[in-house]
């Protein structure tokens, strides 16, 4: 019997993304446990059984073999809430590989303009890094007009996901030898997206290669200092930065960058722009007027594209929805569901 860890850990992100314990999934194919639990770690089983577990998983029994032995984890990364559970975790890692397999059978490897970087303590530091990718992909100092446009262009896979349940902003993954993938929650505001999508960027870049699948405090603050940098660098904040900081003023500064007030008191403060006075003024004023869960001056919302038209293109071509099922190994109607516009399905 050949051993297969990459499907077990593909039979096992199946279950968590529909929300089944190894119990109870044990008992819908009829195994025992500890069967299902080899399974997971790779253990083979016959057709029959890998059919029960398609139709349990909804998806086909193609999805089993297709998995590549050589396949490696993703490393994952979540923009969460503060008390996520460890359930919700396991849910959106597993939601995020699922979803990276995915998108490699149905678009192959994905080539990207964006790299790793090392980030030293002290010598390079999140916004040296955040100041290279800028380079990288040509923004100057300059405001991101469209930053979900800017990821696309440099090969990034982008997704709205409900993850309100699970409380977590965001996800994200970058397979070895293919484009980063972030799915950014359903829920989040079009002022948050922004800061959101771009510390999901952050540890893309920093840290996917340190083979962690949560990040830790540090690596949190490392992907918020990557963000603020990379949304508003240091030289243009410095000098577009009010003398008097009135609310005009910051909002006038938010939608010229496209930086929630929330975050630009924040970045105001970490820079010395703002004394510790002066930004906890701030954060009482935003939080006293209801200001932080609705700002003023909202930002357009920015809705990814490229993987849409991808799909459109390939079905222009010819291809038939079920055949691109296929080729992702999913249902039909879970295909439709995923991945194509709600009108085109309904
Ligand atoms: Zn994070």
Request: proline share 5%.
């Given at each position: ?51 029960e ?22 490393h ?26 995915r ?5 192959g ?34 405001p ?30 970058w ?84 930086i ?44 990814p ?6 799909i ?11 055949e ?23």
């Amino acid at each position: 019997m050949a051993i297969n860890p990459a499907r077990g850990a593909f039979v096992e992100a199946l279950r968590l993304s529909r929300g089944f314990t190894q119990a109870e999934m044990a008992r819908r194919v009829n195994v025992s446990q500890s069967t299902l639990s080899k399974v997971e770690s790779g253990t083979d089983i016959d057709d029959a059984h890998w059919e029960e577990l398609g139709r349990a998983l909804g998806v086909p029994s193609s999805a089993f073999r297709a998995v590549d032995p050589g396949l490696a984890p993703v490393h994952v990364f979540h923009r969460k809430q503060r008390g996520t559970p460890k359930g919700a975790v396991n849910k959106v890692g597993a939601e995020i590989a699922l979803m990276t397999q995915r998108l490699s059978d149905l678009l192959g490897a994905h080539p990207t303009s964006l790299r790793h970087y090392e980030l030293e303590d002290g010598f390079i530091t999140p916004q040296d890094i955040a100041r290279s990718v800028r380079k990288d992909l040509g923004l100057g100092v300059e405001p991101i007009s469209n930053l979900v446009a800017i990821l696309e262009d440099a090969g990034a896979i982008i997704m709205r996901w409900p993850l309100e349940s699970i409380r977590v902003d965001a996800v994200a993954a970058w397979p070895d030898e293919s484009a980063p993938v972030i799915l950014v929650g359903e829920h989040v505001t079009a002022e948050r997206q922004r800061f959101t999508m771009a510390h999901e960027l952050g540890h893309a870049v920093m840290h996917i290669n340190e083979h962690v699948d949560e990040a830790t405090v540090d690596q949190e603050k490392e992907a918020d200092a990557f963000a603020g940098e990379f949304l508003i660098p240091w030289v243009a904040l410095r000098k577009e930065w009010p003398a008097q900081p009135s609310l005009d003023a910051l909002i006038t500064l938010k939608q010229r960058w496209g930086i929630s007030l929330a975050a630009l008191i924040h970045r105001g403060h970490d820079t010395g722009l703002l004394t510790e006075d002066e930004y906890r003024n701030w954060s009482i004023e935003l939080s006293t007027t209801g200001m932080h869960r609705r700002e003023p001056a909202s930002l357009p919302r920015e809705d990814p594209t490229a993987l849409g038209s991808a799909i459109n293109e390939a079905i222009e071509g010819g291809a038939s929805v079920g055949e691109l099922a296929a080729q992702a190994h999913m249902s039909e109607l879970e295909f439709s569901s995923t991945f194509l516009p709600k009108e085109q399905y309904s």
